[in-house]
């Protein structure tokens, strides 16, 4: 693909699923239910209208650096050592699936390792700051990155296409599942069920409780969409149980 393809195609892939995931979760929580909903809200209060520009501002400069990203990788020479295969048929079906589940731990570790870095407190002072202004996320907050964190951020990608054999839907699926999880952890509210966190599989599993509470707090609960990393090193929070059970109090009256 040339560059202005490459361009073309990931700006109007990432203003898409940004738009149309976090929009349609807006929507949903934030206007049409809005009244109907809140008091099952994470955090009671709402962010006020310019926190809401601010995230979107943001989020469209994280775009732009996608896009940067994306070119590198995709429409230059380092195309040549990429894992892209064209046919699905070279691995199967199964493989298929498979990469997409190692797309995803492999960005879990990445993305653990890389926040808790951005916690560093020169790094935080003029990088991470930005994302943590949102401290009542709302699912815009998704995208709304530093420019220099979207771009630490966007370069998971590279791990990605020199490590996995992928196809090119593979990837897409991927992405789309990065955008919802995001959403979902940047929503202001739990969806997973009543005791969840104590289920022996959701213990493992990053809420969006668990985010919202990294927001508000600052500190611990560092993972995207495991708790592996949060629970080997010691970082989650040790209120994270009794907040989770707080917001199943509020959504189920008891």
């Not at 469209?60 to 990203?69: G, Q």
């Not at 994306?70 to 691995?91: G, Q």
Request: aromatic fraction near 22%; proline fraction near 4%; charged fraction near 15%.
């Amino acid at each position: 693909m040339d560059v202005m393809e490459v361009v073309i195609r990931s700006v109007s892939l990432n203003l898409f699923r940004y738009f149309g995931v976090a929009g349609f979760a807006f929507l949903l929580f934030y206007v049409i239910f809005k009244s109907r909903w809140s008091y099952w809200k994470i955090q009671q209060t709402f962010p006020k209208p310019n926190d809401y520009w601010r995230e979107i501002i943001f989020s469209l400069i994280t775009v732009i650096i996608f896009m940067i990203v994306a070119v590198i990788i995709f429409a230059s020479p380092l195309r040549n050592y990429t894992l892209l295969y064209e046919s699905i048929d070279v691995y199967g079906m199964g493989y298929w699936w498979l990469s997409i589940f190692l797309m995803i731990l492999l960005h879990d570790t990445y993305f653990y390792w890389m926040h808790r870095m951005m916690h560093h407190p020169k790094i935080f002072k003029w990088v991470h700051r930005t994302h943590h202004q949102s401290t009542n996320p709302s699912p815009w907050a998704a995208y709304a990155f530093h420019p220099i964190e979207a771009f630490v951020e966007a370069s998971i990608i590279f791990p990605i296409a020199f490590i996995i054999p992928f196809h090119r839907t593979a990837l897409l699926a991927f992405l789309v599942f990065m955008i919802v999880y995001n959403v979902y952890g940047h929503l202001g509210y739990e969806l997973y069920p009543k005791g969840f966190n104590k289920h022996w599989l959701g213990k493992w599993i990053n809420t969006s409780v668990n985010h919202n509470q990294h927001h508000k707090q600052f500190t611990g609960n560092y993972g995207l969409y495991f708790l592996f990393w949060d629970r080997i090193m010691g970082t989650i929070r040790s209120d994270y149980d009794d907040a989770y059970q707080h917001s199943d109090s509020r959504r189920t009256g008891s």
